[in-house]
């Protein structure tokens, strides 16, 4: 599975932003899709994660309410709609699929194909 992460920019705190992942390879073997991102000087976190055929979504806390992961089947592509932004939301974003994993997960040991990322800066 190859993954294309597009859409970030440079946005104000209170706007909104939507970053895409378009999958293509062995998009049939997908079972989880999720975004992490990496702040400066911090390690990658989870965001969000997408049960791929079943449509089950999770959240971090810190986005909860806030961000939203969506899926168009037609183009195999994930989204994550982000509003209400937060400069603490600045990072660099990263889509990720998992094969073998039946249940959305946090740990990023078991996503096995991830995007180059993109950068989202959220101004104060």
């Known amino acids: 599975v190859q993954l294309q992460a597009s859409g970030g920019g440079l946005v104000q705190a209170g706007g909104s932003l939507t970053v895409s992942c378009a999958a293509s390879?062995?998009?049939?073997?997908?079972?989880?899709m999720g975004w992490f991102r990496q702040a400066p000087g911090k390690e990658r976190e989870f965001v969000a994660g997408f049960i791929w055929s079943g449509g089950s979504k999770y959240y971090a806390d810190s986005v909860k309410g806030r961000f939203t992961i969506s899926r168009d089947n037609a183009k195999n592509t994930l989204y994550l709609q982000m509003n209400s932004l937060k400069p603490e939301d600045t990072g660099v974003y990263y889509c990720?699929?998992?094969?073998?994993?039946?249940?959305?997960?946090?740990?990023?040991?078991?996503?096995?194909?991830w995007g180059q990322g993109t950068q989202v800066t959220v101004s104060s």
């Open positions: 990720a699929a998992g094969t073998r994993i039946p249940y959305i997960t946090t740990a990023e040991a078991s996503y096995n194909s």
């Open positions: 390879g062995r998009t049939f073997s997908i079972s989880v």
